[in-house]
């Protein structure tokens, strides 16, 4: 039994060698190395420089995420709450725009946002003032949340129609109103979905680079541009490119472990929210 | 009795145009255990819902201690439930379950370790703060939901099937208990159940309920001695349910012969309904005095035998400690008080003969039944 399960593994432990293990550790000697092949630790100190695009992707995926996790949460309850036939009608539409190409989405926004692009022109028409909204960080921003936000409903809402409706009704037998019963039990009850969600849409919206191509201009490059760069572009540094992704790459581990700290918490202490 | 401290006047409530309860009316008096008793679907389950909060009704009046509560929401009722799931707090150990509803009310730190340690060892579960629900075992599961329910000092528990999850050994012992904290505590208990002998077992007052309505509030013994319709004979315990003819006062005419019995008031020569309990009836030799028969099947049931009887077509059920064989002819004798009378009613007819009798069957219904249950739930 125990050797069957082995046999039956074992391409997937040569698929994950080759093009994971494999991969992780050419950026590791890229990033330790110069153009030579020399060992060096120059790489990783010139990440520093870097520290504004680190900063900034930080920031907007971040934010990306909270604007994500605000306007995912209420819909994702909302859908929990429906009928079954409403349910899937309703989680279909969340997938949808999944099933388009992700450069055809974007580049929608594109000529939504630009100067000339649909929105500004219907604004002109009713007589208002044109906006600027192209190369802007909110758009980018908004790309981000547009693409990501399937990511954070549909956990959410996996664990929300997990709750037992008799859990929600002995909370307001014990004397919860509305407000306490989401504060004390539906809240604590979907902290896994939220941290799933919160993962999925985070981490690629940190390491994004189309967006900001496509919505953000010269202006709001991330760190998803700055490797793009380093590889494909007039930069032409893989081994600096491997340090911004190592450097990256440890962020992101840093900030999954943070969350998950609080899942712990939340599950081992039994902590009350007030 | 003084007033009632829940009282149901005309409650009607359906569910997706399906009538479930149709001008229903009870009345509850302070510290009693009372049990709804009926098969699943009669509607126990949404008299107790309706009580909670949880289910509004289409027309009628809920009041508590007099007061109108109908549209009061459960968060405001001084009433607390145990779900038939125990519906525990996943994301809380036993403490915070416990103490969920006196934190929610406000009271201090100090008080609420008190009355949970007070809980904890009334439902012998000392030592267990600490632990996570989900880890705990059914019936551990079942105390947790108990204290907490009682930690908030109800005038009223409402508990909708909750020993169903449990196993036989473990429910017997949960009912002795149950009993015993409702006589220590003096809370009024609603209890709703589709077991029959934990109704009996347990209740002061047992409603029986079939398709939305009463069909008999009584004390149990009342409720298993004297059944108003051929329902309640049948649902609680076992029952030979014959069509007769009350001659007079006293005497009662069926399976072909005249008996003397203790009923009266019903007139003269009116149809009724004859309920005798298989317990009740003595196996004896056949002799042109008594209702004779031939054995058609027997089980043994470890304290008696459970002997089928064709009498002229109609199987009887007779329990007895005598064993006889298949084939045998037997007499069949009955004093005055194994006889009781009913009225007919809608139910005449639809019960009582064992001739499609079998065990396997019963247990068929059981299975079923508990499926249903299940379902309903869900809903």
């Known amino acids: ?274 | 009795m003084g007033d009632p401290i829940i009282s149901l006047k005309d409650i009607a409530v359906s569910f997706d145009g399906e009538q479930v309860l149709k001008s229903f009316n009870l009345e509850i008096q302070d510290g009693e255990f009372v049990t709804l008793l009926g098969p699943s679907g009669c509607g126990k389950t949404t008299v107790l819902r309706t009580i909670g909060g949880f289910v509004t009704p289409d027309g009628g009046e809920v009041f508590f201690n007099g007061k109108r509560i109908t549209s009061l929401p459960p968060h405001k009722r001084e009433v607390n439930t145990i779900f038939q799931k125990y519906a525990l707090f996943p994301h809380l150990n036993v403490y915070d379950n416990i103490a969920f509803g006196m934190r929610l009310k406000g009271k201090s730190e100090k008080e609420v370790k008190k009355t949970v340690h007070e809980m904890l060892a009334m439902v012998n579960l000392t030592g267990f703060s600490h632990r996570g629900v989900v880890q705990l075992s059914g019936g551990q599961q079942q105390r947790v939901a108990i204290a907490r329910a009682l930690a908030n000092d109800p005038k009223v528990l409402l508990l909708d099937e909750p020993l169903g999850a449990l196993d036989l050994k473990l429910r017997k012992d949960m009912q002795v208990e149950l009993k015993k904290i409702q006589q220590q505590t003096g809370i009024t208990f609603l209890f709703v159940t589709h077991d029959q002998e934990e109704a009996l077992s347990m209740s002061d007052t047992v409603v029986v309920m079939d398709k939305g309505e009463i069909q008999q509030i009584g004390t149990p013994t009342d409720i298993y001695n004297e059944p108003q319709n051929a329902f309640v004979a049948d649902f609680i315990g076992e029952s030979n349910i014959l069509d007769g003819m009350m001659l007079e006062d006293y005497w009662v005419k069926f399976a072909g012969r005249k008996f003397r019995c203790l009923d009266s008031g019903f007139g003269r020569n009116v149809p009724v309904d004859v309920v005798i309990r298989p317990e009740d009836i003595d196996v004896t030799e056949p002799d042109s005095t008594l209702i004779t028969g031939e054995v058609t099947g027997v089980t043994f049931k470890g304290v008696h035998y459970e002997i089928i009887v064709d009498v002229n077509g109609f199987k009887w059920m007779i329990q007895s400690t005598d064993c006889r064989e298949v084939g045998d002819r037997i007499g069949l004798s009955l004093g005055p008080d194994d006889i009781h009378v009913m009225a007919k009613s809608e139910y005449s007819g639809t019960f009582g003969d064992y001739s499609t009798f079998s065990d396997e069957m019963e247990e068929d219904i059981n299975a079923s039944e508990e499926a249903e249950q299940e379902e309903e739930h869900e809903i």
């Open chain 1, 1 to 274: 039994m125990k050797s069957n399960s082995k046999a039956l593994s074992a391409p997937y432990t040569v698929w994950m060698v080759i093009f994971i293990v494999v991969p992780m550790l050419l950026v590791g000697y890229f990033a330790f190395t110069d153009k030579s092949g020399q060992f060096t630790l120059e790489n990783l100190l010139s990440v520093g420089q870097y520290s504004n695009v680190f900063l900034r992707s930080i920031w907007l995926g971040a934010l990306a995420t909270v604007l994500s996790l605000l306007l995912g949460y209420p819909l994702a309850y909302i859908i929990a709450r429906m009928s079954e036939k409403q349910q899937s009608v309703m989680v279909m539409l969340t997938m949808l725009p999944m099933w388009m190409n992700f450069l055809l989405r974007t580049y929608a926004w594109m000529s939504l946002l630009e100067d000339n692009g649909l929105i500004n022109s219907a604004l002109s028409a009713l007589g208002l003032p044109k906006a600027h909204m192209i190369n802007t960080a909110g758009a980018v921003v908004l790309g981000m949340v547009y693409n990501y936000i399937p990511y954070m409903i549909l956990p959410l809402y996996s664990v929300l129609t997990k709750i037992d409706p008799s859990v929600i009704e002995a909370a307001q037998d014990l004397g919860a109103n509305d407000r306490k019963v989401f504060l004390r039990v539906v809240l604590p009850m979907s902290m896994p979905g939220m941290i799933s969600g919160v993962t999925m849409v985070f981490v690629p919206a940190v390491s994004t680079f189309i967006i900001s191509k496509m919505l953000g201009g010269g202006g709001n490059l991330l760190i998803g541009d700055l490797i793009d760069m380093q590889f494909l572009g007039s930069a032409y540094n893989p081994n600096l490119g491997s340090a911004i992704s190592l450097v990256l790459m440890v962020i992101i581990l840093i900030c999954m472990g943070i969350m998950n700290q609080f899942d712990d918490g939340e599950n081992v202490g039994g902590g009350v929210l007030p």
